[in-house]
């Protein structure tokens, strides 16, 4: 009917976006509806996991082995032609770009996003929409080094389609190769972007409101989780939240407030 306040699709865009805002938010589940269960109900994921109680996710190593040769791939170019026309997932239908990485290849920050949007899918370069746009301002005006001097990545390659959420057979079928690329590059610092990225590094369902600002580890780098671009343009009261983050990974890169080494 034409007169219809709203789209439907206006109406579901909205309803996405606002749930990805409490997820961001740290929001873990719905209530349960008022129902007797069939039987008692079980512990919920805790909602608190310290911080140091957080498990490791597994090694390199042992995910290489999903992948014979995975480990042994010497560099980025080597591992780019490893992946190939991946299709060891179902995202490989519906990409049009497989967005692999960007940047130092000997970078000293890295940076790690959940998955590609439409933009990336479209260019097949990590972060280059409206959030990308607002990761470039942190990195150049905020820290004043180049995008070109950092490493930016995500999680999964592939866009997922109506940019949902990755799904774990996805995540378990990309994941080795973001393993593979932290070995390679060898950061010293890694930012975290956004509650599934940090999950997926983490292999935990602490909320990102308190994990970040709050120093990890990946695979032997330190991470700083940090809230995702995209929930930026949504939350700008919360951009001095990630500030502080940012300034903490500059301190323990050494640089000063202007990008410099301090003295
Ligand atoms: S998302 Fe990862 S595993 Fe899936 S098809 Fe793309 S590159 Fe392959």
């Given amino acids: 009917m034409s007169d219809r306040p709203y789209s439907r699709k206006l109406i579901i865009d909205s309803i996405r976006d606002y749930t990805a805002q409490l997820i961001e938010e740290g929001l873990e589940g719905l209530p349960a509806p008022p129902v007797v269960p069939a039987r008692p109900a079980t512990s919920a994921v805790p909602t608190s996991t310290p911080a140091a109680a957080i498990a490791p996710p597994a090694g390199a190593n042992e995910l290489s082995t999903l992948y014979p040769g995975l480990g ?52 097949g ?26 490493y930016i990545c995500n999680v999964i390659k592939c866009r997922p ?22 070995a390679l590059v060898k950061p010293e610092v890694i930012v975290g972007l956004g509650t599934f990225a940090v999950h997926a590094l983490l292999a935990t369902k602490t909320p990102i409101g308190k994990l970040r600002g709050h120093w990890q580890r990946v695979q032997g780098v330190p991470m700083m989780p940090t809230f995702h671009p ?34």
């Fill in 125 to 150: 370069e990590p972060f280059v929409g409206r959030a990308g746009q607002l990761l470039t301002d942190i990195i150049e005006r905020g820290m004043h080094l180049k995008r070109s001097e950092v």
């Fill in 230 to 263: 995209a929930y930026l343009l949504r939350n700008p009261a919360d951009k001095r939240l990630v500030w502080a983050d940012i300034q903490e990974v500059m301190r323990a890169l050494g640089l000063d407030s202007a990008g410099r080494p301090s003295a």
């Fill in 72 to 123: 042994e791939t010497a560099d980025l170019t080597a591992l780019r032609s490893f992946i190939g026309q991946c299709q060891r997932c179902k995202l490989h239908s519906g990409r049009t770009h497989l967005v692999f990485g960007i940047g130092d290849p000997r970078a000293r920050l890295m940076f790690v996003g959940e998955a590609p949007g439409a933009d990336e899918d479209a260019q």
């Fill in 161 to 182: 389609p109506g940019n949902r959420n990755p799904e774990s057979d996805e995540v378990a079928a990309c994941q080795p190769f973001l393993w593979r690329q932290i």
